[in-house]
Nanobody, 117 residues
Framework: QVQVVESGGGLVQPGGSLRLSCAAS????????MVWVRQAPGKGLEWVSS????????HYIDSVKGRFTISRDNAKNTLYLEMNSLKPEDTDEYYC??????????WGQGTQVTVSS
């Protein structure tokens, strides 16, 4: 049974930090590239960051470069997103997404991040 479970969201003041985690099971995590996306109420999905299966290649949307760091631990089947210097505009539901070249794709249920004073 495939499971993708995000955690670590919450309420934080501007300038604060959060670390999101995404625990995966039921599929070959180390063979998937992993993506963080976010979505505000009433808006579409926005790609935030991605990491290749090896963990050696990462990409970020310009608005989070220098503030967010994506990483993965293939031994623990877990994806992370370290978020620093958070801004109110980072407030969104954050989702973890797993993809492989064969077209298989899995999603988590999301974790809410709210940046507010």
């Amino acid at each position: 049974q495939v499971q993708v479970v995000e955690s670590g969201g919450g309420l934080v003041q501007p300038g604060g930090s959060l670390r999101l985690s995404c625990a995966a099971s039921g599929f070959a995590f180390s063979r998937y590239w992993m993506v963080w996306v976010r979505q505000a109420p009433g808006k579409g999905l926005e790609w935030v960051s991605s990491i290749w299966s090896s963990g050696l290649t990462t990409h970020y949307i310009d608005s989070v470069k220098g503030r967010f760091t994506i990483s993965r631990d293939n031994a623990k089947n877990t994806l992370y997103l370290e978020m620093n210097s958070l801004k109110p505009e980072d407030t969104d539901e954050y989702y973890c997404n797993a993809k492989n070249l064969a077209g298989w794709e899995y999603w988590g249920q999301g974790t809410q991040v709210t940046v507010s004073s």
